[in-house]
């Protein structure tokens, strides 16, 4: 398990300012205005939601000729209160503060398939805590990566991936499954155009990843931001590289995902491609049906 995390210091940093502020802003106003007091305090905790709200909009504003089935004003609604709570659980807990709460688990003597997990932007390996309890409890081997630097070229992600496919198959002597979330999936992708997977990965599960970009990258100036442009130069250069067949992968989409959209460019031709209606993109990744979908692949392999 990796020692460090830049990415949990900056994290921490941002929550422990942010909840100053509040603190501040409440006890400088309370006495003359303390609905302004509430108000405020509210909107530096909170805030995040508002710009939830704007991705909710921008997703149904350039849907287009996208295929997918559209989602309904309830869903939508019901997307952005979970995307809220779930922001919340990950950004400003469990990245920053306990990202090595699940250690790497490989058990000795080895003998189940294990799981690579791969986060995906602004993230680490926190965001995956509850998958990794539930992977210990049901003795499903896994290591947990950190992609940095953070705002790094995605290409950079693939010796990290690598070096943890080789310690979870020689531990286990199977070939681990890919379990990567956004970003994570171009991550895997890269690591198999430069180090190959022939034999060394069973199946790359992506849920809610960009495999065609997204329509929000255009405002990214972050280098493995600018890769995720939908018909840039370097998301052309991956679909050129085959790498595994398509039978080899399962992609979970769906049509209510604010960050990816739109929604049909999280999957692949020929994938096994599984859309879960009404979740948004980080929610998307602690769905029960994603979960226990996803755990019953690695256990049937």
């Keep these: 398990m990796p020692a460090t995390s830049s990415l949990a210091a900056l994290q921490r940093a941002t929550v422990l300012g942010l909840l100053c502020a509040a603190i501040a802003w409440g006890v ?14 509210a ?26 089935p559209r989602p309904t004003i309830g869903q939508v609604l019901a997307a952005w209160w979970r995307e809220s709570c779930q922001g919340i659980r990950v950004f400003a807990w469990r990245q920053p503060f306990r990202w090595r709460r699940e250690p790497d688990w490989l058990p000795a003597g080895g003998g189940a398939r294990g799981i690579v997990f791969v986060h995906g932007f602004v993230c680490n390996r926190g965001f995956w805590t509850p998958w990794l309890r539930r992977c210990r409890a049901e003795g499903i081997p896994f290591v947990a990566v950190n992609l940095e630097p953070v705002h790094g070229s995605i290409d950079g992600y693939a010796d990290a991936l690598d070096a943890a496919v080789d310690r979870l198959a020689a531990a286990t002597g199977h070939a681990p499954v890919l379990v990567c979330h956004s970003m994570g999936g171009l991550a895997a992708r890269a690591w198999i155009r430069r180090h190959g997977a022939e034999g060394r990965v069973a199946n790359v599960v992506t849920i809610g990843t960009p495999h065609q970009g997204t329509w929000l990258a255009r405002f990214s100036h972050l ?3 600018r890769q995720m442009r939908p018909g840039g130069a370097w998301l052309t250069g991956l679909a ?7 039978s080899a992968w399962t992609c979970w989409y769906a049509n209510a995902d604010n960050i990816v959209f739109p929604p049909a460019t999280a999957t692949l031709p020929g994938a096994d491609n599984r859309l879960v209606r009404g979740a948004a993109h980080v929610d998307l990744a602690f769905r029960p049906q994603v979960v226990e979908g996803t755990l019953a692949l690695v256990r049937g392999l």
């Design 28 to 41: 400088a106003w309370w006495p003359q205005r303390p609905v302004l007091a509430l108000g405020g305090a």
């Design 43 to 68: 909107l530096l905790l909170v805030g995040h939601a508002l710009v939830l709200a704007v991705e909710f909009v921008l997703l149904l504003a350039t849907w287009g000729a996208d295929p997918t």
């Design 223 to 225: 280098p493995n931001g």
């Design 240 to 246: 050129a590289h085959t790498g595994l067949p398509a």
